[in-house]
């Protein structure tokens, strides 16, 4: 359900495959045979439009290390002869190079078409791939490569020979992620990187540009990094995608109280990765921009965390009262590769989408408020009541057979229905138009020793605020790992693992924080300070939306990681969670569902469905946890669609410890080694091996012991290097 959303035209789309088998990364659209219509170029091929059924032949593209040299198709008449063009900016080949268009001989004659001659600009460096941009404001476009090793634009004088000329950028700006667009507003377009902007001169080709690190955003920020007015309040912000992990983000620009600029960061959605590439324009034509984004098909062959979950695409626009955004479906299964194009293909008035990506050439096809276009889900078509629970290894087709599993990108699609699986017992996950501003309000610290413990609440969601320590060591001199830490049942909630009560074995966040660790450490809903009725709450109709307790904490834990990503100590890639009990299972729901984490403790914090109490699930099934799995599933363990197998599967290829006592009255130890030992088999299926999932077995009931507390801790050290 997406709560609070105003009217605004929600147009339908659909996909059609140029060639499924094309494997170029990136693309263009240009009219190459001057008939009306435009055509798709991608690598080696031209496309001719309309529809797109005849093939014709540019160029041998050279493959470097499997990768084909086309990571950008920037249109553009070099030449000056009329006909547009490409230019394309490299990483393998680290050249730049354009290529002519000769022009076509009639499509129906035999005449043979002349070739596409091809010409090295520069060899500068590895570039992610390039954009055209008017950097000096002359009114013609310039190439902006995303050099990783290196900070430079390049300016064309086109004509019969063109000329090409460097323009040196400060270092700072060499990385991944660039974009362009007026910080400051002085009416002179800037220069954006990950770690800051680099103001322009008003002599863009022959004076200084002026770094400024006034931010950070991910070291792997897409390309483009958009720079655009988000909030229609008069000032420059900033949104990007992470290429190669989870999440899309903005950056409000706003006055400071000192005078000069602050910067807020913003959490968009973390539901998916590899947000390489980014597009900005009015695609449901409302007359406000909106943001498209798609992930890249194994832009690391499968070593970013989420490559191999099924692709998608969607379209968000920003709702103005609540600063969030409305997330829509544009397609599943098409990658969107390094260099998609917004453009009314069809021209038919409306703006769609071509992308090429190693899965294939695809136009995503904008029908407008058209009623007879069947409807893109989230979802996938499959039944998850399909699946045995404790078998990780197959996945259910769309004819609803069931399939072993032997390959990573079925086991990506299996987490998929994993997840939907446990929304189904839990409620959903909340959409990105409800992750709010988090508002973080933070009292002045207390001295704990070797760090400063800060009482803060945050916002979860409109009208939800969760209080929490943090937890700041004293001695830290770059950004380091954060601990999530989620704590028991036990009525002072998150003072436990504070430790500032209840039992010491439990005081895992203070002495984490002791370690050097940043830790936070919220409340669950209806413990320590954080008042909540749940009865007050139970219909799914009520405008707080949420079905269980479960999905209430995980929801709140995933806007916790959105605070520890605000915070400048926090390295964004080194976070993990920890919890005994409720804390231990609501980790690895937690993780589950949020790939930012990156490796989990649990302790004394789940079995197999089957083995808890005989499999009889009433514990699991109050209001404060999942009364679906009453209300529903009839406490039945064959009934409920998800089981710990499948949880701890979802959370793969990531590291999991565990502390799993003998006596443990609780989680039965025997139910434990059955689900660590199927889970391990996805783990094998990433190429992973058995003891990325660590179990340690004491003799004991249901504790913490101190020797286990501290082999965890010299263990999320490692992890977390």
């Known amino acids: 359900m997406n709560l609070g959303v105003a009217a605004e035209p929600t147009p339908q789309f659909t996909v059609k495959a140029i060639d499924a088998d094309s494997t170029f990364h990136s693309c263009a659209a240009m009219d190459v045979n001057r008939d009306g219509a435009l055509d798709v170029v991608t690598g080696g091929w031209w496309y001719e439009g309309p529809s797109f059924q005849r093939r014709h032949f540019i160029r041998d593209v050279p493959q470097i290390r499997g990768r084909y040299d086309d990571y950008a198709c920037l249109p553009l008449d070099v030449n000056q002869d009329g006909k547009l063009d490409f230019v394309s900016a490299n990483y393998r080949s680290e050249s730049i190079y354009w290529v002519q268009q000769p022009g076509v001989s009639n499509s129906t004659t035999t005449t043979p078409a002349p070739s596409w001659q091809h010409f090295v600009v520069d060899e ?60 400051n507003s002085d009416g002179r377009d800037d220069i954006i990187t990950a770690g800051g902007w680099a103001e322009a001169p008003p002599n863009r080709r022959s004076e200084r540009w002026v770094f400024h690190p006034d931010f950070t955003l991910h070291r792997d920020a897409s390309i483009p990094i958009i720079a655009t007015d988000v909030d229609q309040d008069g000032d420059t912000d900033i949104v990007w995608g992470r290429g190669h992990q989870c999440g899309i983000y903005w950056l409000e620009q706003t006055a400071a109280k000192s005078g000069g600029t602050s910067w807020r960061k913003h959490t ?163 959409a990105s138009d409800r992750r709010s501003p988090v508002d973080l309000l933070i009292d002045d610290p207390v001295d704990a020793g070797d760090y400063l413990r800060h009482h803060i609440n945050y916002q979860s969601h409109a009208g939800n605020r969760v209080p929490a320590w943090l937890l700041l060591p004293k001695q830290l001199d770059a950004r380091t790992a954060a601990i999530l830490c989620l704590h028991q049942t036990t009525a002072i909630g998150k003072d436990e693992p504070a430790g500032l009560g209840g039992n010491p074995q439990l005081h895992y ?144 290829p990531r590291p999991i410890w565990i502390n799993a006592p003998q006596q443990d009255d609780n989680f039965d130890h025997a139910g434990v080694l059955e689900v660590v030992n199927e889970a391990r088999r996805a783990y094998r299926i990433y190429g992973q091996t058995d003891d990325v999932i660590t179990v340690h077995s004491p003799a004991c009931g249901h504790e913490f012991p101190d020797a286990l507390r501290d082999a965890a801790y010299q263990w999320l050290g490692q992890r977390l290097r």
């Open 124 to 183: 500068p460096g590895p570039m992610e791939t390039g954009r055209l941009a008017d950097v000096d404001g002359d009114g013609r476009l310039d190439l902006l490569p995303n050099g990783t090793k290196f900070a430079a634009w390049w300016s064309c004088q086109p004509g019969a020979t063109p000329t090409w000329t460097r323009h040196p950028l400060p270092d700072e700006v060499a990385g991944h992620g660039i974009g362009i667009g007026d910080i």
């Open 268 to 430: 968009i959605d973390t539901s998916w990765s590899q947000a390489h590439s980014l597009l900005w324009g009015d695609i449901n034509g409302d007359g406000l921009d909106d943001l498209i984004a798609g992930k890249r098909y194994l832009g690391h062959d499968g070593k970013d965390l989420g490559e191999y979950d099924p692709l998608v695409a969607y379209f968000y626009t920003f709702q103005t009262e609540s600063k969030t955004w409305r997330r829509l479906p544009l397609a599943r299964q098409v990658g969107f590769g390094l260099d998609p194009k917004l453009v009314d293909i069809d021209r038919d008035g409306d703006l769609d989408i071509i992308c090429a990506d190693r899965s294939g050439l695809y136009v995503i096809e904008n029908h407008g408020n058209a009623t007879d276009v069947p409807q893109i889900s989230d979802a996938n078509p499959v039944a998850t009541t399909n699946y045995d629970h404790r078998d990780v290894l197959t996945v259910c087709e769309t004819d609803q057979s069931l399939k072993a599993i032997t390959k990573p990108q079925e086991m990506g699609q299996r987490r998929h229905d994993i997840l939907l699986g446990m929304q189904l017992a839990m409620g959903t996950l909340p």
């Open 509 to 652: 966040a203070h002495e984490l924080a002791s370690r050097g660790f940043i830790c936070l450490v919220p409340d669950y809903p209806s413990f320590g300070e954080y008042a909540f009725h749940f009865a007050d709450h139970q219909d799914a109709d009520h405008q707080d939306g949420f079905r269980s307790g479960s999905m209430r904490a995980i929801w709140n834990n995933m806007r916790a990681i959105d605070v520890l990503e605000q915070l400048p100590q926090v390295d964004h890639d080194r976070i993990a969670v920890i919890g005994h009990s409720l804390g231990g299972h609501t980790a690895l729901f937690t993780a589950a569902f949020d790939t930012r984490i990156k490796a989990v403790v649990t302790s004394c914090g789940f079995t197999a469905f089957a083995s808890y109490y005989g499999g009889n699930l009433t514990g699991w099934s109050s209001q404060r946890y999942m009364p679906r799995i009453r209300d529903v599933y009839g406490n039945s363990p064959a009934q409920v669609p998800f089981d710990f197998h499948e949880v701890l599967a979802a959370i793969a």
